[in-house]
């Protein structure tokens, strides 16, 4: 069991810019969610994927922000036109689901990509 | 989504017992709590989760109040390793589980 693994770690960009970042979640694991985090506060859920399906998202992911998850393995999180309030850490976990809406398994979080848009 | 309200910070010494509290009022009956922890530029740790009864594990213990309006996450001896914030968190049952975390408790271990 090597973890949730996220690259890059860091990234710096300049405003306008288009940034990707790709989270591998734990192999076996069928649900996958990313998260947003600002100094000083704790992580903000943006979106679910339950095998290759989004099936949640959050107000806060506004239209220059898409996820995917191909085949069911891997996501990616893009970031268009980035602007100075992209500026977080972006946190990706994973879980293995059993039940439509369950509140008991563990999620387990990856390193987290810090974007730092200039 | 269940709102989480905890203590903005709390000091302990090593190897004393550690006691940090959350209020969770809002929180529905079949919503777990989940306790996490983060160290600087990494992602949170998953420390402890528990429904109605106290929970054990050998990271840390969880009380939840007969109400379920408030836990405590303890441990039992802190080292300096155990300095972290601290995030009490519910995961919503009308939702696909995402966590919804509150600001947190920083804790500070004094050697």
């Known amino acids: 069991d090597t973890g949730v693994s996220q690259n890059p770690r860091h990234k710096i960009t300049k405003r306008g810019q288009n940034v990707t970042f790709r989270c591998d979640p734990i192999?076996?694991?069928?649900?996958l969610y990313w998260y947003r985090q600002t100094l000083g506060q704790g992580p903000e859920f943006l979106t679910y994927?339950?095998?290759?399906?989004?099936?949640?998202k959050s107000r806060l992911l506004s239209d220059r922000f898409s996820a995917e998850r191909p085949k069911g393995s891997f996501s990616t999180l893009e970031i268009q036109r980035t602007e100075q309030g992209d500026s977080a850490m972006y946190l990706c976990?994973?879980?293995?689901?059993?039940?439509?809406?369950?509140?008991?398994?563990?999620?387990?979080f990856g390193p987290g990509t810090r974007l730092l848009v200039l | 989504d269940a709102k989480t309200t905890q203590p903005n910070s709390m000091e302990s010494n090593e190897e004393e017992p550690v006691h940090l509290p959350c209020n969770h009022s809002?929180?529905?009956?079949?919503?777990?709590i989940h306790w996490y922890r983060q160290l600087p530029s990494q992602g949170p740790e998953y420390v402890i989760h528990g429904l109605t009864s106290n929970v054990n594990n050998r990271m840390a213990s969880l009380a939840i109040a007969e109400d379920r309006k408030s836990s405590t996450l303890i441990l039992h001896r802190a080292t300096l390793r155990d300095a972290a914030v601290y995030y009490c968190?519910?995961?919503?049952?009308?939702?696909?589980?995402?966590?919804?975390f509150g600001q947190g408790t920083i804790l500070t271990v004094h050697p």
């Open positions: 192999s076996e694991h069928n649900r």
């Open positions: 809002t929180i529905s009956g079949t919503d777990y």
């Open positions: 968190t519910s995961r919503s049952g009308t939702s696909y589980g995402k966590l919804t």
């Open positions: 994927f339950q095998n290759e399906a989004q099936l949640e």
């Open positions: 976990a994973s879980s293995i689901g059993t039940s439509g809406r369950s509140t008991q398994e563990t999620q387990y």
